[in-house]
């Protein structure tokens, strides 16, 4: 009941950190009728391209091996270096059979899931000994599919040799006439093709199975919503250490941007509440760019960093509180607020270069469009 309660609650994708550790641990979708496909239709195609010869090579080996010369049969100490000749002649012939099965046997897995090597998944498990969990094993879901897959295949192949016989029943009546060479050669041409036409037949259930398998995988593999939000709190963090990780960083850009404050050509100020400072490089921008903005005890730390250095403070509250709402760090501003702040840049620059008695007007204040006018105190 608890497997059954737990498999439900199972209703979760799996994550790609759960896919990655089941990859580690070698559980990968693997289709054993595309593995079964590929090796039986592989190896019998491989065969059939160089049947002639390896026809040729056996023929020979088990000539030398049936007449064997008179010198051989009369000095013994010759059988033991002809056997390892005949042996190194045998692995000569099969060898390209065996390498062809296993490059066969390879790809079906790098088709399906990409192979993958884990030495945990050949690690003993005591509890693979366990006859109840393989009782459970035998009649579960997956143990039925297996069983229907079983019976598909023999029926299908069995379908197939049947109706092969049948379709050549008259050549192979033939072969009773033809020569012993000639007939056991037709035969294996027959029986290799045979094979071929039959393995193919495969394909059908390995379609089948291919879904069957991903699904089955992708289940197994499924989580719960508090295995989610554990994987979560691992991944990136606790709440509250995420919390302070943000803490810390906007501690770092606050001390960044009162670094910038010297830096600036003014700080348009609202006396009571904001700060917004502006740096002016034609070569850089085509817009004065805001350095630092700040709130409340920010804007404060501002004034005061500005004055300290001789940074120019202007007071005109509506664009303060525009430029603080309307634009980020870093940004330049907007296209609509260009002449207010225009005037307010050519009235500090002019005050920078007058001499100390020189009267500079103060400009009056620029009518803010429309869209800038919602920005007060209350809505910020």
């Known amino acids: 009941m608890a497997e059954e309660q737990s498999a439900q609650e199972r209703s979760e994708e799996p994550t790609a950190k759960r896919l990655d550790e089941s990859r580690k641990k070698g559980q990968v ?39 064997p010369t008179a010198e051989l049969i009369i000095n013994p100490q010759l059988l033991l270096p002809h056997l390892g000749a005949t042996i190194q002649q045998g692995m ?30 050949l690690a003993f498990k005591l509890e693979k000994l366990d006859p109840i969990k393989g009782a459970t094993r035998i009649f579960s879901v997956n143990g039925l599919v297996e069983l229907v897959k079983g019976l598909l295949k023999f029926f299908l192949i069995a379908a197939i040799a049947i109706f092969l016989f049948f379709q050549l029943q008259a050549e192979i009546m033939v072969l009773a006439r033809l020569n012993i060479v000639e007939g056991i050669v037709r035969s294996g041409e027959i029986i290799l093709w045979a094979s071929v036409l039959a393995a193919l037949s495969l394909i059908l259930i390995a379609a089948v199975d291919i879904p069957f398998q991903l699904w089955s995988h992708n289940k197994k593999l499924r989580m719960t919503k508090q295995e989610v939000r554990d994987e979560s709190k691992e991944t990136d963090g606790r709440p509250e250490v995420k919390a302070k990780i943000r803490q810390l960083q906007m501690q770092a850009a606050q001390r960044r941007m009162l670094e910038d404050v010297p830096k600036a050509d003014v700080v348009i100020t609202n ?32 004034r005061s960093i500005a004055k300290d250095n001789g940074v120019p403070l202007y007071e005109e509250p509506p664009l303060a509180r525009a430029l603080y709402a309307s634009t980020e760090l870093g940004e330049e501003i907007p296209a609509s607020l260009f ?22 007007p103060r400009p009056k204040a620029t009518p803010l469009p429309e869209d800038f006018t919602k920005y007060n105190e209350e809505a910020l």
């Not at 979708?29 to 040729?56: D, H, K, P, Q, Y």
């Not at 059979?97 to 897995?109: H, N, S």
């Not at 903005?293 to 920010?298: A, E, N, S, T, V």
């Open 92 to 121: 000569g012939i099969v060898a390209p059979i065996l390498f062809a099965t296993v490059v066969f046997a390879l790809l079906g897995p790098t088709v399906m899931g990409g192979l993958s090597f884990s030495l945990e998944s």
């Open 29 to 67: 979708a693997r289709s054993r009728e595309l593995n079964t496909f590929f090796v039986v239709v592989g190896g019998l195609t491989f065969i059939l391209l160089l049947g002639g010869e390896l026809a040729n090579s056996t023929a020979n080996l088990m000539t030398e091996l049936l007449s």
């Open 339 to 360: 002449l207010a702040v225009a005037r307010v840049l050519a009235y500090v620059f002019q005050l920078g270069r007058s001499a100390p008695t020189d009267y500079v």
């Open 271 to 302: 006396p009571t509440h904001f700060s917004v400072a502006l740096k002016y490089d034609t070569k850089r921008s085509s817009a004065p760019v805001v350095v630092a903005k700040g709130y409340d005890l920010m804007a404060l730390k501002i």
